[in-house]
């Protein structure tokens, strides 16, 4: 064998060395960063959660004393199977790398490729140091002028016949099972006391005057309707609507859930018969529990927080200081917990890996088909069925604090036939749909 043979040959040894390490190579990077990331995620957290002690005292509605020493929350820890790192997760790695179509490989880079994030989030900032305030329209994404994230909304001002006849088909049953049934529109996170009246950069923002025609066809047909974001324009000064948003996302915080809740239920107190006491909404009265500067919303990990003043938002969760005690059910994820108030949120998912963490999912375990909470302190009470969005995760488990019992369907997930089959069998006692612009 000459020297060129030689060399020919430690080339292909050493290209094939280089190709069959790769997926090793690559996994032990990826591996690392994933340590890195958790390290440093638990090393914020123990440095940026803080509680706050209720500014208010107030008796429990329960009739209890409160105790002297509010209770204590603890996350759940994390299990082994939620870990970044997981041997099922690298078999299936390494099954990916294995199939002969060059689609999955590409894709496997792509999504896992160890600074991706890292790379994105400087190509935006690159961008956005160069003067483009106004980002390309990224999946409909855009940024308006005081800075709030915003998505193109497109709803006409009349609900299609479909949906009429759904609306009254929701009407029938309840009328036949003798339940309060109303519609609410609730509020988007864009604008306050007035639209856009000229296009910004293409969005119209007339979701107001939009809202207010389908109402009006409702109430037509003689479906009660509660207009829940004109309530929240006249409870809200202009200048501090903000601070009842997210700025990096379409959902309100955790204040704004509260307060639409406490609207909600005073509309119930005046139309549906209910009691429910309004001191229960005041933020004031709650243990809040703050992960600093850990929430980016889904806008803002499409637009990167170049867009957001390089700065996450911070995330809030509120608790009762009384003593409760729920049972609370989720079939498709075979969820059954019993306990405090805490039961209902899922603090353990709450992190700092902003692009691929989503903290809204911390209230009610996300989007589900169906949701039940039950209130054990509550044994006699009302029985309330809620069409619902993902609005109402963070709005529902203050009414619960008041109320029997609450089932929540989703519409998304849950199919027709057998929300009508759910409402002819738990008979409850009122009905409300708050989901997107009515239906």
């Known amino acids: 064998m000459n020297h060129k043979e030689h060399h020919a040959f430690a080339l292909f040894f050493l290209i094939f060395l280089a190709v069959s390490s790769f997926p090793v190579l690559f996994t032990i990077v990826q591996h690392a960063r994933s340590k890195a990331l958790r390290g440093y995620d638990q090393w914020l957290k123990n440095r940026n959660i803080e509680v706050t002690q209720p500014a208010k005292t107030i008796k429990s509605p329960y009739g209890e004393e409160l105790p002297e020493t509010p209770p204590v929350v603890q996350p759940q820890r994390k299990g082994w199977a939620n870990s970044r790192f997981t041997i099922i997760r690298q078999l299936k790695v390494f099954k990916k790398l294995l199939l002969p179509t060059r689609k999955y490989i590409e894709q496997l880079v792509i999504n896992t490729f160890p600074f991706r994030d890292e790379f994105s989030t400087s190509n935006m900032a690159f961008k956005y140091h160069l003067g483009m305030k106004m980002p390309i329209e990224k999946d409909g994404t855009l940024l308006l002028p005081n800075k709030k994230m915003a998505v193109k909304l497109f709803f006409s ?222 044994p006699e009470g009302k029985k309330i069925i809620v069409i619902k969005d993902s609005y109402n995760n963070p709005m529902v488990p203050f009414l619960a604090l008041q109320t029997k019992e609450v089932i929540m369907l989703d519409p998304r997930q849950y199919p027709e036939k057998m929300i009508w089959q759910t409402i002819e069998q738990e008979k409850p006692d009122l009905l409300f749909i708050m989901f997107g612009a009515g239906l």
Request: aromatic share 18%.
């Open 157 to 378: 001002p009349a609900f299609s016949q479909g949906e009429i006849n759904k609306l009254l088909k929701y009407k029938e049953l309840c009328d036949k099972n003798n339940i309060n049934f109303f519609v609410i529109f609730r509020p988007f996170d864009q604008g306050f006391h007035h639209d856009y009246s000229e296009p910004y950069k293409g969005l119209i923002l007339n979701y107001g005057q939009k809202l207010a025609q389908r109402a009006a066809q409702l109430e037509k047909l003689d479906i009660k309707t509660f207009e829940l974001y004109k309530a929240m324009r006249s409870e809200i000064p202009e200048e501090k609507w903000q601070n009842y948003w997210y700025q990096t996302d379409h959902h309100w915080n955790v204040y704004g859930a509260l307060l639409g809740g406490k609207l909600i239920a005073d509309y119930m107190n005046k139309n549906c018969g209910t009691s429910y006491d309004l001191a229960y909404f005041d933020p004031e009265i709650y243990i809040t529990k703050r992960w600093k500067n850990s929430f980016a919303g889904s806008w803002g990990k499409k637009l990167s927080l170049s867009y957001c003043n390089n700065k996450s938002e911070d995330f809030d969760i509120l608790y009762p200081r009384f003593d409760t005690d729920f049972r609370i059910e989720i079939p498709a994820i075979n969820f059954v917990k019993q306990g405090d108030f805490s039961v209902m949120t899922l603090p353990a998912c709450i992190n700092y890996d902003r692009y691929h963490a989503f903290l809204y999912n911390a209230f009610l375990n996300g989007n589900r088909p169906l949701i039940r909470i039950i209130n054990n302190k509550i």
